[in-house]
């Protein structure tokens, strides 16, 4: 009689009824983005464990579908995963060049992605985690999500509230001017998103931003020496999240990289209104001091929410289906985050904080597994 297998992965899958395969791996990571890639790469330095990253499209993609003048608000030196300097070239790297960078990373290193599996459902039963794709079934001890922070395009209720004539698109679904028809266009949002595509847009349309607050310009280099460099020279850019200097930001809210925006409204071609949207009817948006602001087209810059309503497990979303956690640890045993905005610093949902997000992530997972080596493996337990 031939011996049983060591590890599960060494046996012929077991087979569900639906005919979906089962995948046995120690920590699955779900998201081939930069969060999920750099957490990749430092569990497969420190850990000694199984790791397979799933992830629904292919490496790049989500910046692919991101609008097709996008460039980095963030330099080459300051835009760099773990172990892999961003390649040398113009100030700021534009999205093909992230998403080739990407790919390249994961390629570098061999990091053990497979494309084509969106998990419909994770969830978890006697201490093991299930996340269940079209193609398969992976079972594991430890699962790290880094699905992303920026995957549902958020608009405010008053957009259902406009006329059905006035043309609405989110800035995830802008590619380039001629997107907008006609020759005017209310931009809302108080963030880079906005920023940018205003400036681009005052070159072909008449252009209005909503801004909820008055604009933080920061400058792209101050006395000579990149912003990015006094960040991180003054301890800013990867502040913990808990720090006085991280209060005051996330108070103040997004500043803008670069002054171009206020180099067109100066100029009159594009017009600044600061005002919270708080309702709309027939044309017009209604501000929160109640004046109105008439729309012909609307380009909603206001952000996004995560995506995360596959997730099937006790404690690890808040009422509003938001990440329950500490420094990315989640309350559910074994169970991480990765990639959140504030995850643990400042940069936590940039691609400079992702090193440090992830080294921490690896290290808390080798942890768990030291302690619980006394606990049952993956192959007891089948
Ligand atoms: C417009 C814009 C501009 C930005 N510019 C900069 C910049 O200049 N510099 C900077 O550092 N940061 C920038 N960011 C912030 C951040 O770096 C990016 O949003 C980055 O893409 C986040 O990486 P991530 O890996 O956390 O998430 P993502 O890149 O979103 O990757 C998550 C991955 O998970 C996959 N996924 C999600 N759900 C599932 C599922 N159920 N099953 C399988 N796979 C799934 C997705 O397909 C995706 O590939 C920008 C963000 C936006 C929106």
């Not at 397979?52 to 499209?57: G, L, R, Y």
Request: hydrophobic share 40%; aromatic share 8%; proline share 7%.
């Amino acid at each position: 009689m031939s011996q049983p297998p060591e590890h599960p992965l060494d046996a012929p899958a077991p087979t569900l009824a639906a005919g979906v395969p089962v995948r046995w791996v120690d920590v699955l990571i779900i998201g081939a983005g930069q969060a999920g890639l750099g957490a990749a790469y430092w569990l497969g330095r420190i850990t000694g464990l199984q790791i397979q990253v799933i992830e629904q499209n292919t490496v790049g993609n989500g910046w692919l579908e991101r609008w097709d003048s996008l460039r980095l608000f963030t330099p080459r030196r300051f835009s760099g995963l773990p172990g892999m300097r961003f390649p040398v070239g113009a100030d700021f790297p534009d999205k093909r060049e992230v998403a080739d960078y990407l790919r390249g990373y994961a390629e570098r290193f061999a990091l053990p992605v497979e494309t084509g599996h969106q998990v419909r459902r994770l969830w978890q039963s006697d201490g093991l985690f299930y996340a269940r794709t079209d193609l398969a079934e992976f079972r594991a001890r430890y699962v790290v999500v880094a699905a992303g922070p920026f995957s549902r395009p958020y608009l405010p209720p008053a957009s259902a509230l406009l006329d059905h004539g006035v043309f609405q698109l989110h800035s995830a679904a802008y590619g380039r001017p001629s997107d907008i028809p006609g020759d005017e266009v209310v931009v809302v949002g108080g963030g880079n998103s906005a920023a940018q595509l205003a400036v681009e847009l005052a070159r072909t349309h008449r252009v209005t931003v909503i801004n909820p607050r008055p604009p933080w310009y920061l400058p792209v280099t101050m006395l000579g020496v990149d912003l990015y460099w006094w960040l991180y020279l003054t301890g800013t850019l990867n502040a913990r999240a808990s720090s006085p200097v991280s209060r005051y930001v996330r108070h103040r809210g997004d500043s803008i990289i670069g002054t171009e925006l206020r180099r067109e409204v100066q100029s009159g071609r594009v017009r600044l209104i600061t005002g919270r949207v708080t309702g709309a009817g027939g044309q017009d948006l209604t501000l929160s001091d109640g004046s109105h602001v008439q729309a012909q087209n609307v380009l909603w810059c206001t952000g996004y929410r995560p995506e995360l309503a596959w997730i099937d497990l006790a404690g690890a979303l808040d009422a509003r289906g938001e990440p329950v956690h500490q420094r990315g640890a989640s309350p559910v045993t074994g169970l991480h985050w990765m990639g959140l905005p504030w995850q643990s610093r400042l940069n936590s949902s940039i691609i400079d904080g992702v090193d440090r997000d992830a080294h921490a992530t690896a290290k808390r997972v080798r942890a768990l597994e030291r302690r619980s080596s006394s606990a049952p493996s993956v192959d007891r337990i089948s």
